[in-house]
Each structure stands twice: as structure tokens, then as C-alpha cells.
């Protein structure tokens, strides 16, 4: 058993008595779980309660695992380990009444909490969501932290404007007021219609801040394979300085997107909306690779905050990486194309204007079932601007203009580089730099 930087514990399938409670300390997901088992609508549901628990367990402490119906009723509900599902389905029945449980919490005794847990129709995993509300203020800093060292200062700087992102992020969209000229411009839009389906599930899942910032802080490029290895947090315990390895355990455990997340993801979020589609928001660290097996997903941000990018990388021409003595991160061109560079990286100028670049993609899901949007810079601008000119009709017609349609008439798989212009941390011109079909098309 290993514990991983996704602030989880790496097993194989176990039981309840198999995993401790140790494993899981600190882990906020698990103590709302715990909160919501010892409430009062619980208290007369003992079955529900440890269904509860055993799912959530589960859920966090080895993600990428589908639990099986049956293995939840024979380790949860009592039934013989080779019963039939089929002739038997106490777990189904017991599942959609979990789901009204967490409904009736959420809404009466845990209507203050700031995350919830969801269990999608149809499905038995459960799912750790930001409650969609609006923030009152700023998202809170690590408490109790008093470091004078140069470190600390530079950390405590940077968790304050993460969260102050974070807080941005959560202010709900104005939906409703969505010019009708512009709902109608989004019904002939080919990504959109494709992404957003009405009645259906499509996923934005927003970046870990921290997890780009602690990397950044102990100057490493940590794959999703070496994160769930627990590399980061081995790399931290064993930092000489205290208070430094202190203050980066805490950044570990907070949950901090960026302005460029909380832009992006509210107008996306209205899209959504506006086409009647199940719009749902999601933190990175929330996610396993299984949630990726069905729906539409928009993924905003690169795979320093969000890991699961990685799960794409190798369909993809344009690719973020460390490059040169320095290790700071590009773009690498794994196949130049006539006029087409190796590599492109952010360039400043003397008077603070600076050129980077970003990366517009649309993949299958894993099981092919779905789509997947990639909106990834190299700098928090990068991703911002990818997603501002994914919004945009000068988009729509270099869709029409460089990709066409398949023979169904849809929009084809497709990654576009882009260079963005910026200046003062906002980006102000995008260029289209080049195109592909990727592998996965």
C-alpha cells in the first residue's frame, strides 16, 4: 500500500476492516463522508451508513478500481459472494436510496457544506463536487501558519491569490441572461452542439492550483504515474527547512483553482446551460480514470494542475513539457510540419509584454463514448485565451475552414496551437500557429 499526492491511499480492492482509518486522515472527502454517516438521517439506516462509507472508501482510496455490483453486495449487503445480480438487485434498489439520503442531507442538516457528494443516476461511484453557490468572500488560507522564513512568505503570497481564484470561481453565472441571438448561434455551433447535448452529462473539470504550485516551489515535473506513487510527498517529508515543508503538506490538502478557471469554466458553464445539458464542475483531485470512461468532458488547464491530461498526451501532436538546462515548459512539436518550429516557448519583452503559446483539442473519452476538450497553456493566460477563442465565432470558421465534417456530418478530432499575446496577466491576441488531425481520430 502506497499513499499518493492526490491526497489518497493506492490499494488494491478491500474491505472496510482492511483499510484504516489512518490511511484516510486528513482527507477532507473522507470526513464529510463520516459527518453524513452520523447524522441524524442516518442514524436509523445502518445498511445505508455503511454503504456510504464503504463507497467513499473506496472511491478515494483507489480511484482508477470500478467497484462491481457484485462485490458491494456480498462485502456490504450481506449476499454470498457468487449470488446473482441479475435474479437479485438489493444493491440497485439500496443505491437509489442512498442517493435520496444525500439529497435529503444536503438540502436540510448539511445545507452549509461546501462540498457534496453525488452518486449520477444509473451509476454507484460516488462523486466529491464543489457546492455550486456563491462565495461570500475569500476562500480561507492555511490557519495558523506563521512563517517568517523567505519561503513560507513567498508560499502564504501565493496560497492568498490562489484564493482569491478559488473564491471567483465559485460566484454562479448569470445563465439567464444569455442574449437569444447568441442561444441561437450556439444550436449551429459544431464544437458546442457536439460537447453539450441536451439532457446529457458533460463534466468541466477545473485545475489544482496547488499541485502546479507545490511542483513549481520544489522545481519538479511530476507525472500522473509518479503522483500516484506518492513522489510529491515523499519529495516534501523530506525537506530539510520545517516551516517550508510545513506550509507545502498544508498547500497538499487545499483545494485553490486559478482566474483563468474560474473565467472559463462560468461561461462554459452557461453554454452548457443554455443547451440543456447536465453541466457539472469538478475539482481535478476529484477525479478518478474510470470518470472518464463515459460523458463530454471540458478539461481547463494543463496537467501540471490537472494529472489527467496525461491520460490524452499520447494522441497529441503539440505537447506541454520541461525543455532545455532551464526545465521551464513549452510546447514540443513532435512532428514538424513545413515552417513549423520544435518548439515553442513563453517569450518576454523589456516592457512587460509577453508572447505564449496554448493548446485547443477535442479527443474521445476513453471508451470512445463521449468527447473530451482540452483547453491547456503554458501560463494561466494561455489557458484563458484557449478557452475565449473556443468561445468564439472566429473559431467556429476555422473549424468549418480547416477541419470540415465527418462523413456523418460532425465535427472531426482536432488540436490547434495557438500564440497569445499578453500583457499584465491578460491575454489580448490569438493566433492560430497550426493544426492537426490527432492519432485519435
Known amino acids: 500500500m502506497s499513499v499518493n499526492d492526490f491526497g489518497a491511499t493506492t490499494t488494491s480492492v478491500k474491505s472496510l476492516s482492511q483499510i484504516s482509518t489512518k490511511d484516510l486522515a486528513g482527507d477532507e472527502r473522507w470526513a464529510l463522508a463520516q459527518r453524513i454517516a452520523s447524522s441524524q438521517g442516518f442514524m436509523k ?15 478515494i482510496t483507489d480511484p482508477s478500481m470500478e467497484m462491481t455490483e457484485q462485490e458491494i453486495g456480498s462485502r456490504v449487503l450481506g449476499r454470498r459472494p457468487d449470488y446473482d445480480t441479475q435474479a437479485d438487485n438489493i444493491v440497485r ?23 457534496i457528494i453525488k452518486i449520477p443516476k444509473g451509476g454507484r461511484d460516488p462523486h466529491f463536487e464543489p457546492r455550486a453557490v456563491a462565495a461570500t468572500g475569500p476562500a480561507e488560507g492555511p490557519a495558523g501558519l506563521k512563517l517568517r522564513a523567505k ?8 496560497v492568498a491569490v490562489a484564493a482569491v481564484a478559488f473564491a471567483l470561481g465559485r460566484v454562479s453565472a448569470d445563465w439567464s ?48 504515474d509518479d503522483l500516484g506513487k506518492g513522489s510529491m510527498r515523499r519529495m516534501i ?29 462560468s461561461r462554459l458553464a452557461s453554454i452548457g446551460d443554455a443547451m440543456g445539458s447536465k453541466v457539472s464542475v469538478r475539482y481535478s483531485r476529484h477525479m478518478g480514470i474510470r470518470d472518464f470512461n463515459s460523458g463530454n468532458f471540458v478539461v481547463v488547464g494543463s496537467r501540471r494542475g490537472i494529472p489527467w491530461v496525461n491520460l490524452f498526451e499520447p494522441s497529441l501532436n503539440f505537447r506541454l513539457q520541461p525543455l532545455g538546462p532551464s526545465r ?3 510546447i514540443v512539436n513532435q512532428a514538424p510540419q513545413k515552417g513549423e518550429a520544435t518548439e515553442y516557448m513563453t517569450v518576454r519583452s523589456a516592457d512587460g509584454r509577453y508572447e505564449t503559446y496554448a493548446v485547443l483539442a477535442m479527443l474521445p473519452n476513453l471508451k470512445q463514448t463521449g468527447d473530451v476538450l482540452l ?38 478530432y482536432f488540436e490547434v496551437l495557438l500564440k497569445i499575446q499578453a500583457v499584465s496577466g491578460a491575454p489580448n491576441k490569438v493566433q492560430v500557429v497550426a493544426w492537426r488531425r490527432p492519432s485519435a481520430s
Open 328 to 330: 521551464q515548459f513549452g
Open 45 to 59: 439506516a445502518a445498511q445505508l451508513r455503511e454503504l456510504l462509507l464503504y463507497l467513499c472508501r473506496q472511491a
Open 93 to 115: 434498489v439500496q443505491i437509489r436510496h442512498l442517493r435520496q439520503k444525500l439529497e435529503e442531507y444536503f438540502a436540510a442538516e448539511g445545507q452549509n457544506e461546501p462540498l
Open 237 to 265: 517529508d523530506a525537506m530539510p527547512d520545517e516551516k517550508l515543508r510545513a506550509c507545502l503538506q498544508e498547500l497538499t490538502v487545499r483545494q485553490y483553482t486559478s482566474m483563468a478557471d474560474a473565467t472559463v469554466s
Open 375 to 412: 483547453l491547456q497553456g503554458i501560463m494561466m493566460e494561455g489557458t484563458e485565451a484557449a478557452g475565449e477563442f473556443a468561445m468564439s465565432k472566429a473559431f467556429s470558421k476555422l473549424v468549418s475552414d480547416k477541419f470540415g465534417a465527418t462523413p456523418a456530418g460532425q465535427l472531426p
Open 151 to 158: 519561503w513560507g512568505r513567498v508560499v502564504l503570497t501565493g
Open 177 to 224: 441572461g444569455m442574449a437569444p441571438a447568441r442561444r441561437a448561434d450556439l444550436s449551429k455551433d459544431p464544437l458546442w452542439t457536439r460537447l453539450f447535448t441536451p439532457n446529457d452529462q458533460t463534466t468541466i473539470v477545473i485545475s489544482d492550483s496547488n499541485l502546479a504550485f507545490v511542483q513549481d516551489m520544489l522545481h519538479a515535473n511530476f507525472t500522473m
